[in-house]
């Protein structure tokens, strides 16, 4: 199986997905970005033909904000998850309302998914 990472043809749809995030998607973005958790997350990082609103490529760990459009996208989520697991990618997914809410568990549940580490990277 070739391994093809933020492929040149989804560009232009990652691109879109990072114009038109979620209030919930900025805010986890904000808490992320810049090795905040002590690893580099990307936005909209895409393998194959899915993209992830973010990604820790050292810890193989994707993370999902999932708004109202997930409920009618169940079996492609499913379907999509299985695929990232077969690169041994981990998916956290979170609802809209628990980051705006509780950003505070939702990022100690991600800490505690990525690899100890004695620093910060």
Known sequence: MTQRYNTIPLK?????LRHDSTEAE???WNKLRNRKLGYKFIRQYSVD????????????L???????????KKTYD?????YLREF????????????????????KTISL???KRGTKG
Request: net charge positive; with cysteine; glycine share 6%.
């Open 12 to 16: 232009p749809r990652r691109r879109l």
């Open 26 to 28: 900025k805010v986890l």
């Open 49 to 60: 033909g899915y993209v992830m609103d973010f990604y820790c490529p050292k810890a193989k």
């Open 62 to 72: 994707g993370v999902e904000v999932e708004g109202k459009i997930h409920e009618q």
């Open 78 to 82: 499913t379907y999509r998850e299985r």
């Open 88 to 107: 041994n990618i981990r998916i956290l997914k979170f609802k809209n309302e628990e980051v705006q809410v509780n950003i505070s568990e939702v990022l």
């Open 113 to 115: 998914s990525l690899p």
